[in-house]
């Protein structure tokens, strides 16, 4: 997966789904009442963070993951159509679902 992120992208530029759920982020923009609250995130907006997602797990023996060669297939946790867990640095911050933009996940 790319999880790259043009910052100068527009809306008009952003998927549907993109869009829609643009919102979902309007809490950490640092609105007046937080301002008011004296909450200052400026010095942490700098911070890099490492956000990944998971398709689903699986557990297995040893013997059985070296026998996986390339065309296997690895049964997972979780049904396909199901929303992806969206991490920071480890920690489970949403669920989401996968878009192709550009042949780009």
Do not use: Y
């Not at 997602?53 to 993951?65: D, F, K, N």
């Amino acid at each position: 997966m790319n999880d790259e992120v043009d910052a100068n992208a527009t809306a008009a530029d952003q998927p549907e789904a993109a869009q829609a759920n643009a919102g979902a982020f309007d809490e950490l923009a640092e609105p007046a009442d937080r301002k008011e609250a004296g909450i200052d995130l400026q010095a942490i907006r700098e911070i890099p963070v490492t956000v990944s997602t998971e398709l689903g797990r699986t557990s297995m023996p040893i013997a059985r993951l070296l026998d996986l060669g390339q065309g296997s297939v690895i049964g997972l946790d979780r049904p396909a159509g199901e929303p992806l867990d969206v991490l920071v640095n480890g920690c489970l911050i949403a669920h989401g679902e996968v878009v192709v933009v550009d042949d780009k996940f």
